[in-house]
């Protein structure tokens, strides 16, 4: 249960308590009363600092009683119920002894826990409540931080006799009404986080999480107005900071309310309290913006500021995934550490195949033990050979799957996530492993120590390739979706605190677990496990809406794309790549020499941008014609810019129109150029249409305003080409 600084002595809180919190240009607006949980009342623009009285004269008034309905005026509270006259999704859900409860919680302290936020204001919020018909406490959280952004949590206390069942714990937040659209993503393996909008109509509209995995998950759900694109418009969204099961609503009634609810989902059986036993949910986090682009933008200033977040410059990551597959040998690997060192990358990793008898997909996965045949003298030679080129070494470990053609699944049937009678569906063709099984995680525990111990590895990807099908751990008979994400937790946590240093990537089939509950563990994530750049652009720009650029990897792939099949030149690739945290997933050892040194030219150049692109706030922009892409990172003070300007396909006209590049500072001049590594070609070259452009070859001084609203013309690039600029305040 969370503890919070409080001073030693509190007195007895005195209902109706409004309080008003502030920061980062955001106001949220509590309301507690005496017969009911607290209820945001405003969640979104800063209101200015609001006096006592007009606080308590405003959240006094409300809506008249409806013909058909409760003789109270409905509320909708952060764990809204029917106790409070809510007709909607309830937020708490469960039974005892088998038969559901109906609780009505009365508040019985409200504490301001923190007060850093603009003037002086509330930041931090806490309130304990108590329901003796169900017998359960319930205590909530709210932090407003620096940036804005607002994250809340809620933890259960049986104070009964008996088992408590917890079926759900909903936290609720209201939108507002002219916020007529929902927004939510979708998508599948290779093609993630597909942003899109709908009709926000009276009703349920649930985004749901089964399988503790996410490809074609929503990593964000909210509400916007019709037409909110990246800079206009405006937005409130949610998201469940959980790498397990989720769900997450945005339910519309006929009284009026806009409500976004969100938690963890729970399978019957999962979370049984004894008495005196507590359950804690996930953080939600919760944002708003004018636009996307502002909105995501508190996300990653937030992270920005976490202790964990990395310190160091991100390292360009060479996989040789793409290079041998399954064929490793130390032969083999040794000229493409050579070469991954040669062009400029700072960490060669080895991926899935050094293992047991994993010579192919079909076995070997929970024996993690260097491969005597593959590797007759362990992976320190590997190991000494990149660590002497100064780059460091990382390793490929999915320590949450086991193949049935395994030394562990023969030794113990017993460690598979299981239903009673039947395996589950196999995918990929392997299994999951019950990290809820003691002796099955201290297995894993203990083998990953070794391999990690003997090898000096740096970096760990940490893959998970498969969903969670009838996920039941055969120790408890119960669903094991909460507990194995509680395993898997506890099994990183320990594996850093025993590896200082140590930094691990979250990949799971490429992109299919992206949580910021992950994100308090790992430092990078693997956007997906297509790197053909034109999908990396979609993929990339529904990953921001959660993540800042330099904890997603993004890698130069082969010249024609592994996944799409696609033939693309260098300079959409590296471009694509170089936005991210870069690497390289391509057999250099069969590239030109001339692509070598093309590809270091532009890995020189992410090296020298890196202060910028990795700490500047991200933006895209809103263009009338689909045929272009366009993104961009500016340095926090307005000085420094770069944008990627991208041409997808043909447009209905020619040349196309203006380009806007958003996010300068309106009232500064900006020098603009177009920015390539040392020698490489621009992709304008001299042909007609850039001859036409007078300004083009030399470049051109604006002001930020008309950059921003009205824009440039640009060469009018031929399908599949991108082109760099820079933009310096003169």
């Given at each position: 249960?969370?503890?919070?600084?409080?001073?030693?002595?509190?007195?007895?809180?005195?209902?109706?308590?409004?309080?008003?919190?502030?920061?980062?240009?955001?106001?949220?607006?509590?309301?507690?009363?005496?017969?009911?949980?607290?209820?945001?009342?405003?969640?979104?623009?800063?209101?200015?600092?609001?006096?006592?009285?007009?606080?308590?004269?405003?959240?006094?008034?409300?809506?008249?009683?409806?013909?058909?309905?409760?003789?109270?005026?409905?509320?909708?509270?952060?764990?809204?119920?029917?106790?409070?006259?809510?007709?909607?999704?309830?937020?708490?859900?469960?039974?005892?002894?088998?038969?559901?409860?109906?609780?009505?919680?009365?508040?019985?302290?409200?504490?301001?826990?923190?007060?850093?936020?603009?003037?002086?204001?509330?930041?931090?919020?806490?309130?304990?409540?108590?329901?003796?018909?169900?017998?359960?406490?319930?205590?909530?959280?709210?932090?407003?931080?620096?940036?804005?952004?607002?994250?809340?949590?809620?933890?259960?206390?049986?104070?009964?006799?008996?088992?408590?069942?917890?079926?759900?714990?909903?936290?609720?937040?209201?939108?507002?009404?002219?916020?007529?659209?929902?927004?939510?993503?979708?998508?599948?393996?290779?093609?993630?986080?597909?942003?899109?909008?709908?009709?926000?109509?009276?009703?349920?509209?649930?985004?749901?999480?089964?399988?503790?995995?996410?490809?074609?998950?929503?990593?964000?759900?909210?509400?916007?107005?019709?037409?909110?694109?990246?800079?206009?418009?405006?937005?409130?969204?949610?998201?469940?900071?959980?790498?397990?099961?989720?769900?997450?609503?945005?339910?519309?009634?006929?009284?009026?309310?806009?409500?976004?609810?969100?938690?963890?989902?729970?399978?019957?059986?999962?979370?049984?309290?004894?008495?005196?036993?507590?359950?804690?949910?996930?953080?939600?986090?919760?944002?708003?913006?004018?636009?996307?682009?502002?909105?995501?933008?508190?996300?990653?200033?937030?992270?920005?500021?976490?202790?964990?977040?990395?310190?160091?410059?991100?390292?360009?990551?060479?996989?040789?995934?793409?290079?041998?597959?399954?064929?490793?040998?130390?032969?083999?690997?040794?000229?493409?550490?050579?070469?991954?060192?040669?062009?400029?990358?700072?960490?060669?990793?080895?991926?899935?195949?050094?293992?047991?008898?994993?010579?192919?997909?079909?076995?070997?996965?929970?024996?993690?033990?260097?491969?005597?045949?593959?590797?007759?003298?362990?992976?320190?030679?590997?190991?000494?050979?990149?660590?002497?080129?100064?780059?460091?070494?990382?390793?490929?470990?999915?320590?949450?799957?086991?193949?049935?053609?395994?030394?562990?699944?023969?030794?113990?049937?017993?460690?598979?996530?299981?239903?009673?009678?039947?395996?589950?569906?196999?995918?990929?063709?392997?299994?999951?492993?019950?990290?809820?099984?003691?002796?099955?995680?201290?297995?894993?525990?203990?083998?990953?120590?070794?391999?990690?111990?003997?090898?000096?590895?740096?970096?760990?990807?940490?893959?998970?390739?498969?969903?969670?099908?009838?996920?039941?751990?055969?120790?408890?008979?119960?669903?094991?979706?909460?507990?194995?994400?509680?395993?898997?937790?506890?099994?990183?946590?320990?594996?850093?605190?025993?590896?200082?240093?140590?930094?691990?990537?979250?990949?799971?089939?490429?992109?299919?677990?992206?949580?910021?509950?992950?994100?308090?563990?790992?430092?990078?994530?693997?956007?997906?496990?297509?790197?053909?750049?034109?999908?990396?652009?979609?993929?990339?720009?529904?990953?921001?809406?959660?993540?800042?650029?330099?904890?997603?990897?993004?890698?130069?792939?082969?010249?024609?794309?592994?996944?799409?099949?696609?033939?693309?030149?260098?300079?959409?690739?590296?471009?694509?790549?170089?936005?991210?945290?870069m690497g390289i997933e391509w057999n250099l050892l069969e590239a030109a020499e001339s692509e070598r040194r093309e590809l270091a030219a532009w890995i020189a150049l992410h090296k020298k941008l890196r202060p910028l692109l990795h700490t500047g706030r991200t933006f895209h922009a809103d263009h009338p014609d689909a045929g272009w892409r366009v993104r961009g990172v500016v340095s926090d003070d307005g000085s420094d810019a770069v944008f990627q300007l991208v041409r997808v396909t043909t447009s209905p006209v020619r040349p196309g129109p203006a380009l806007r590049l958003p996010g300068l500072t309106p009232e500064a001049d900006y020098a603009l150029t177009e920015l390539l590594p040392e020698g490489v070609a621009s992709s304008v070259g001299d042909g007609e249409h850039a001859r036409s452009l007078v300004w083009w070859p030399r470049g051109v001084t604006v002001p930020g305003s008309v950059l921003g609203t009205v824009g440039l013309r640009f060469p009018d690039l031929d399908p599949e080409r991108a082109l760099l600029v820079r933009l310096t305040r003169a």
């Open positions: 249960m969370p503890i919070s600084q409080t001073a030693a002595v509190e007195p007895p809180t005195v209902f109706p308590v409004t309080v008003q919190m502030r920061a980062g240009a955001t106001s949220v607006v509590v309301r507690c009363e005496a017969d009911s949980l607290p209820e945001v009342l405003h969640w979104g623009e800063d209101l200015g600092a609001l006096t006592t009285f007009s606080l308590e004269s405003w959240a006094g008034v409300r809506a008249g009683i409806v013909s058909g309905g409760a003789d109270v005026v409905p509320r909708v509270s952060l764990v809204p119920s029917q106790a409070e006259g809510w007709r909607g999704t309830p937020g708490l859900m469960g039974t005892r002894g088998g038969v559901a409860g109906f609780p009505g919680f009365k508040p019985t302290r409200v504490q301001v826990v923190a007060a850093d936020g603009t003037d002086g204001a509330p930041t931090g919020l806490r309130v304990d409540a108590h329901d003796p018909e169900t017998q359960l406490a319930l205590g909530l959280e709210l932090r407003l931080e620096a940036s804005g952004l607002l994250r809340m949590r809620a933890w259960l206390t049986n104070e009964g006799s008996d088992d408590y069942a917890l079926d759900c714990l909903l936290l609720a937040l209201p939108t507002p009404a002219d916020e007529s659209e929902v927004v939510d993503q979708s998508g599948h393996h290779l093609r993630e986080r597909d942003t899109a909008r709908h009709e926000f109509t009276i009703g349920t509209h649930q985004r749901v999480t089964w399988v503790a995995r996410g490809h074609a998950a929503s990593t964000i759900h909210g509400t916007c107005r019709p037409a909110t694109g990246w800079g206009s418009g405006r937005t409130h969204y949610v998201h469940v900071g959980w790498s397990g099961n989720t769900r997450t609503l945005a339910e519309r009634d006929v009284l009026g309310h806009s409500v976004l609810l969100a938690g963890e989902l729970l399978l019957p059986g999962e979370v049984v309290l004894a008495p005196g036993e507590s359950y804690e949910m996930p953080w939600v986090v919760a944002t708003w913006g004018q636009g996307f682009d502002e909105a995501s933008g508190r996300i990653h200033a937030f992270l920005r500021a976490r202790e964990s977040h990395p310190a160091t410059p991100r390292p360009v990551t060479f996989n040789a995934w793409e290079a041998v597959y399954f064929e490793q040998s130390l032969d083999r690997l040794l000229p493409l550490v050579d070469v991954a060192a040669e062009v400029g990358a700072e960490r060669f990793v080895l991926d899935d195949g050094w293992f047991g008898s994993r010579r192919d997909d079909s076995s070997g996965l929970g024996d993690w033990v260097v491969s005597s045949a593959v590797w007759p003298d362990g992976l320190a030679p590997l190991a000494r050979a990149v660590h002497a080129h100064g780059m460091e070494f990382g390793l490929w470990f999915e320590p949450e799957a086991i193949n049935l053609d395994s030394d562990a699944a023969r030794a113990h049937p017993d460690w598979v996530l299981s239903p009673r009678t039947r395996r589950p569906q196999e995918a990929r063709r392997q299994q999951v492993i019950d990290l809820t099984n003691p002796e099955a995680f201290e297995h894993v525990l203990g083998q990953m120590r070794r391999v990690l111990n003997d090898a000096s590895v740096d970096y760990v990807k940490w893959d998970f390739n498969r969903d969670m099908y009838e996920a039941v751990s055969p120790l408890s008979g119960r669903p094991a979706y909460h507990a194995q994400t509680q395993a898997v937790y506890r099994l990183m946590d320990i594996l850093l605190a025993e590896f200082p240093g140590l930094e691990i990537e979250s990949c799971a089939g490429g992109g299919g677990r992206i949580d910021l509950g992950m994100m308090e563990r790992a430092v990078r994530v693997w956007g997906s496990d297509c790197i053909d750049p034109l999908e990396r652009l979609g993929i990339e720009a529904g990953t921001s809406l959660l993540l800042p650029p330099e904890l997603v990897g993004s890698h130069v792939a082969s010249t024609t794309s592994h996944t799409t099949g696609r033939t693309l030149n260098l300079t959409l690739r590296a471009s694509t790549a170089m936005f991210s945290h």
